[in-house]
């Protein structure tokens, strides 16, 4: 009986994703993908909701009613109610048609987090637009309308799961104006591209000076045990450090400077995470990123074939997140 469950679930799974594939392909032919998109009657589709089906399933009870009692009244209010029914989907097909939606742009996100994109909706008329709804299913949709303004910016959100660059899935746009008894809605493809840097985990604290870079004199990181010469000696420094013999000379006031002979630069290195998994160690890196742009430390990174050179700030940080997630996949 088990057995029996589970091949007719991966059945239904099975026919539900070749339905899918079906109607994607359709779709593809039918609205293909642009950064721009007007919808008009060939990628807009209409039919009731359940709310209309139950204002029909009224329509006929009365009718039948009606009939039944030769009630004028009753006969009536059935055909006011038909005629209702008649002109309904006409504005809300018309509340959708005409409308311009482009695509602005889509900020990088984490794996694991929620993808934001932005997008303009232009009235494409003067007619006002009102309850339009958009979203990638099933996430919630965000609503709008297009009344007193002729364009509105939206942002829209989706979860993302997998590091590197993918395209989204078409957004469903849809409306259910003026009274719920019918459901508009088009599936547009805006050709957005997202960019998902890898989740962060700690790993560790940041690997200061444990990474030297090849050909370079290593910068000299103070306090440590060599001894790296004389400096005028300022208020605060230790009494033992101070060249007392120079001093008994007739020198003035020196004191001596020691240093531990490290890099102090601060080097992400691929081969600090050697040994663990791909996904592991991109996410490690990223913390220590993270990590150390809140510090404000600069840092370069190195990844098998590519060697970022030291710096800190934004668009430091937005290349070293980027070199993370175009990091090709395991076994691509």
Not at 193 to 199: D, H, I, N, S, T
């Amino acid at each position: 009986m088990d057995r029996a469950h589970f091949g007719g679930e991966s059945a239904t799974q099975s026919l539900r994703a070749r339905w899918r594939r079906l109607t994607n392909r359709w779709l593809e032919k039918r609205a293909p993908a642009a950064r721009a998109v007007t919808l008009s009657h060939r990628k807009l589709f209409i039919l009731p909701t359940r709310a209309g089906l139950s204002f029909l399933l009224v329509i006929l009870l009365l009718w039948l009613l009606g009939t039944n009692y030769e009630n004028n009244l009753v006969y009536a209010l059935t055909f006011l109610l038909v005629s209702l029914l008649v002109v309904l989907p006409l504005h809300t097909f018309a509340n959708l048609s005409g409308l311009n939606l482009r695509f602005i742009a889509a900020a990088p996100a984490f794996a694991g987090d929620y993808a934001r994109v932005r997008i303009e909706a232009e009235r494409g008329g003067r007619r006002p637009r009102e309850h339009i709804e958009i979203a990638w299913p099933p996430e919630d949709a965000v609503q709008f309308d297009l009344f007193d303004t002729q364009t509105r910016q939206v942002d829209v959100s989706m979860p993302v799961t997998r590091r590197g660059r993918s395209r989204a899935p078409r957004l469903r746009v849809q409306s259910r104006y003026p009274l719920s008894l019918f459901r508009c809605w088009s599936h547009v493809d805006l050709d957005i591209e997202l960019l998902v840097y890898p989740a962060p985990r700690d790993l560790g604290p940041l690997p200061l000076g444990a990474a030297q870079e090849e050909g370079d004199s290593p910068e000299r990181r103070r306090g440590g045990d060599d001894f790296a010469g004389l400096r005028p000696y300022q208020p605060g420094d230790s009494l033992r450090h101070v060249a007392w013999k120079q001093f008994a000379g007739g020198r003035d006031l020196y004191s001596k400077d020691y240093d531990s002979g490290a890099d102090a630069r601060l080097w992400l290195d691929w081969d600090l995470l050697a040994g663990r998994e791909l996904e592991t160690c991109l996410s490690g890196l990223c913390h220590w990123v993270l990590e150390a742009e809140r510090r404000q430390i600069p840092y370069g990174l190195r990844l098998p074939g590519m060697t970022l050179a030291p710096a800190l700030g934004e668009s430091h940080r937005q290349r070293a997140l980027t070199a993370l997630a175009d990091f090709p996949l395991q076994g691509a």
